[in-house]
């Protein structure tokens, strides 16, 4: 199900944890939120988080927002008061070898899949960021632009943006040339010239279509059809340094 149960609305000016008191005045919890990080990026993992808050006053995370409206300093304070407060909560990562093998689009839906599969607490209702997702076993409801008015959607975003933004750090270390720990992975002028100068690395995702034209390819279509994945230069999830 994408949509609210019968009966229940939501004021566009509910505020952020509007949607989950909505629903738990209807009955319904507890209620997760899933988000992934790192899907416009061309290296590197996808990452996805899902999160149940408790109601009341305890489930109110100082200064939670979309996380990719905040600076890293702000996910980072987010993301520890995420994980004190959440009821439940996790984080899946999906290879680059993975995202390849599947595409992006069905490893995305794989990723929040898991995410709620592994909730420790299994939740009575789904917030997804955009996007239904099928496959979760209880009612859901797509929000647009979930992150930014879905207060658990938001606090899954900010699990999956922190731990991709601390591995493509890791990730740095050992591809310096990159320069991953600034950019992530997503698609910088810096990180162009990086791929144009050295090629690809090892952790770049081979179905995009600016990775497959620095290593001299072909542009290539799954068994299905589907075309290579596009290449969003400065992609939404993109903030150097934040």
């Not at 496959?135 to 879905?150: C, I, M, N, S």
Request: with cysteine.
């Amino acid at each position: 199900m994408s949509q609210l149960p019968r009966g229940l609305t939501v004021r566009r000016d509910a505020g952020l944890y509007g949607y989950e008191r909505a629903l738990r005045r209807h009955g319904i919890e507890p209620i997760a939120g899933v988000d992934e990080a790192g899907r416009g990026a061309c290296a590197g993992p996808l990452v996805a988080g899902a999160a149940i808050l408790p109601a009341g006053k305890a489930g109110i995370v100082p200064g939670l927002a979309d996380s990719k409206l905040l600076t890293e300093r702000a996910r980072e304070r987010c993301y520890d008061q995420v994980v004190r407060r959440a009821l439940a909560w996790s984080v899946v990562v999906v290879s680059h070898e993975e995202c390849d093998r599947l595409g992006m689009h069905v490893a995305n839906v794989e990723a929040l899949r898991r995410a709620v599969a592994l909730l420790d607490l299994p939740p009575a209702y789904v917030l997804t960021d955009g996007f239904p997702v099928d496959g979760l076993g209880v009612p859901g409801l797509a929000v647009w632009k979930g992150d930014r008015v879905a207060a658990c959607i938001a606090a899954a975003s900010v699990l999956a943006k922190v731990t991709r933004d601390r591995l493509m750090t890791d990730l740095d270390r050992d591809w310096p040339a990159y320069d991953f720990k600034t950019h992530k992975g997503y698609i910088t002028e810096a990180h162009s010239a990086a791929l144009d100068e050295h090629g690809p690395s090892p952790i770049h995702r081979m179905r995009f279509v600016n990775v497959r034209r620095a290593a001299g390819l072909e542009p290539v279509s799954d068994p299905l059809g589907a075309p290579e994945e596009d290449v969003h230069a400065g992609g939404e999830e993109h903030r150097v340094g934040g």
